[in-house]
């Protein structure tokens, strides 16, 4: 309900990412979480964006604020651009319906090859 009402979200990692991107929202990424579980994640997880959207795409679509970048500044700087900047907002909403579109059509194969080039990253 409360994406449906948004004209743009600041959201955490996780599904709720991809949730907001097949609802079509323009959205930015923050996450903060306590250094040393960050500090372990880095070291396992070799992966370039943490957001299923930008995984899915393998290219910044939904930009990504992680630790001490997840600052006030950066995030107001970020939210400000998605709320002006109107082929900002199209480029995401384009790419969010392109990913409906295809995990819709075979979601178990789409995400079987995610992971395995996931997987083969790591």
């Known amino acids: 309900l409360v994406i449906e009402a948004s004209d743009q979200l600041i959201v955490?990692?996780?599904?709720a990412v991809l949730e907001v991107a097949l609802h079509k929202k323009p959205q930015l990424l923050a996450i903060k979480i306590h250094p040393?579980?960050?500090?372990?994640?880095k070291k396992l997880i070799k992966t370039k964006w943490v957001g299923l959207p930008n995984i899915l795409?393998?290219?910044?679509?939904?930009k990504e604020f992680i630790q001490s970048d997840a600052?006030?500044?950066?995030?107001?700087?970020?939210?400000?651009?998605?709320?002006?900047?109107?082929?900002k907002r199209n480029q995401q909403i384009k790419v969010f319906s392109e990913q409906h579109k295809m995990l819709k059509?075979?979601?178990?194969?789409?995400?079987?090859s995610t992971i395995e080039c996931w997987?083969?990253?790591q």
Not at 36 to 41: E, K, P, Q
């Open 105 to 112: 059509q075979n979601a178990s194969e789409v995400a079987a």
């Open 119 to 121: 997987l083969k990253a």
């Open 12 to 15: 955490t990692s996780g599904t």
């Open 71 to 87: 600052s006030v500044d950066n995030i107001h700087a970020e939210l400000e651009l998605i709320i002006s900047d109107q082929d």
């Open 57 to 62: 795409a393998q290219k910044e679509v939904v």
């Open 36 to 41: 040393i579980s960050y500090w372990i994640m």
